[in-house]
């Protein structure tokens, strides 16, 4: 957002309910009022927008009873109806324009399950759309989730509609209804109307891939005592003597010749987890990270697994997500983002030694181009090292720790 259009944000009570009220700055720039600004999805003041409405708009869903998650929901929903208003008669702020919206979807969407609105929470004004308008909206954006999760190739046949769709299909199908009892053998007209809406589509995703760069791994904004703890973690690995190793050789050369990622995703996790069951709609989506990873479209694997990681309603299929997203980074040449991953996993029993592999590798990839990274290297490799019990890894670890030494 350019700076200046907000210069603070504070809350009053109206009707008993704590609404946001924001103290504007005079501004001469018409690109600052919602009617311009909203209609232009996809700008650098959009983007900026967009960072400072999500927080108010989760705030004010909390402020009268909802969770995080369901501001989140309805923030996106706003952000994706907001090009089609007409924004006659509706605020000229941008954020307090959206923050409404993501209010009056909360509450249709309470009334639509039986459920009696918060008090005081007023009937939608005028300028904001119908009950059946709003209902309708959020069947597209379902519609238009789903088809996100699918394959790239997929989703472009079922946009366009080609006769020859194979399996994608079946798979939207799936993902629309996760319980095959429920399951239609055609899709409804709700999501027929959701693929025919391109310019619909469009802006919802500009609106989803904006809030991904927000809440994605970064190394740079991690909190310094999550960097200390994991670093504090890996020192407290066994030492081994290995000052009388040969001369080192090119660190580039010690992760390329140990840096092995599985052959398939899907099998690995077999192999990790066995019988034990998993979330229909989570496995169709390591399905489909897993065939772009075999065809090695890494950039297409990582998106289906972004996706399971930013939906709170797949808290399970997190620690497996986080797991291969690092992988992929990892493959992508990408380590700071690797080692990212990694450390949000929670369920550190399923993975292992095999977690420990590769932190230590993505350390070592690190080292490559930051020579003074190298005895950390060698650490991560040595804790690595100190927790498998496979007689490979033991072998390279080994020869690791020798080329790492000085």
Known sequence: MPKG???NICYRGVHGLPLLFYLQTVQSEPSFFASQLLSHPGTTE????LLTARRAAI?????????SADGEVFFQTAVAQSPELSFENAPDDAVELITTLALAHYRSWLMEHGQEPPAGLEANAAWL????HMNAFRQKVYAWKKLRQLGPICREKLVENAPNQGTCMKDYLALLFPNAANRQPTLP???LGALADETGYHNWLLGQQAVEKDVAPSWSSKPWIRIAFFIALLITGAWYVYKYFDQPVSTENVFASNFSPPESLMADMQLRHGDEP???ECLVMFKIADEQYQAGNMESAQEPLMMLVIDSTQTACHSDAWYYMGVVRLAMDDPKTAIECFAKIENLEAFGEDLYWYQGLAFVRLAVNDPSRRDLARRAVERALANTSRPDRKQQAAEMLKDLSE
Do not use: K
């Open 129 to 132: 759309p119908s009950e059946d």
């Open 59 to 67: 705030e004010a869903v909390r402020g009268i009873g909802g969770t």
């Open 278 to 280: 998993t979330a229909a």
């Open 5 to 7: 259009i907000l210069q």
């Open 189 to 191: 007209g709700w999501a």
């Open 46 to 49: 959009w983007d900026g927008l």
